[in-house]
Nanobody
Framework: VQLQASGGGLVQTGGSLRLSCAAP????????MGWFRQAPGNEREFVAA????????LYADSVKGRFTISGDFAKNMVYLQMNNLKSEDTAVYYC??????????????????WGQGTLVTVSS
């Protein structure tokens, strides 16, 4: 299953971007979606996750209050609205998916399917 992430680009500090990801399977499938990011020289890190079945969300502390993950599950789409962007948000952002559970996971090992990355660059 190939996920399709899009929406990256160049934005100034304090600006906003919305990333999109086409989710796998039929709309009746239960799955969890996550966003991760990887900056040059750094390991991939968790950003946010959402369950399409239970509606619960989870965020990394570094983005809490600035980023919002949401889904239009009728369209098999998941979004990451990023506001008040900072230079440290610069990274390649990846969407990921796994079978649906009420628990949400921060570890990339818990996700089965991955999309190609989309680059977000925040300039000061």
């Amino acid at each position: 299953v190939q996920l399709q992430a899009s929406g990256g680009g160049l934005v100034q500090t304090g600006g906003s971007l919305r990333l999109s990801c086409a989710a796998p399977g039929r709309t009746s499938s239960r799955y969890n979606m996550g966003w991760f990011r990887q900056a040059p020289g750094n390991e991939r890190e968790f950003v946010a996750a959402v369950s399409n079945s239970f509606g619960n969300t989870l965020y990394a502390d570094s983005v809490k209050g600035r980023f919002t993950i949401s889904g239009d599950f009728a369209k098999n789409m998941v979004y990451l609205q990023m506001n008040n962007l900072k230079s440290e948000d610069t990274a390649v952002y990846y969407c990921a998916a796994r079978g649906g559970t009420i628990a949400l996971y921060r570890s990339s090992d818990q996700y089965t399917y991955w999309g190609q990355g989309t680059l977000v660059t925040v300039s000061s």
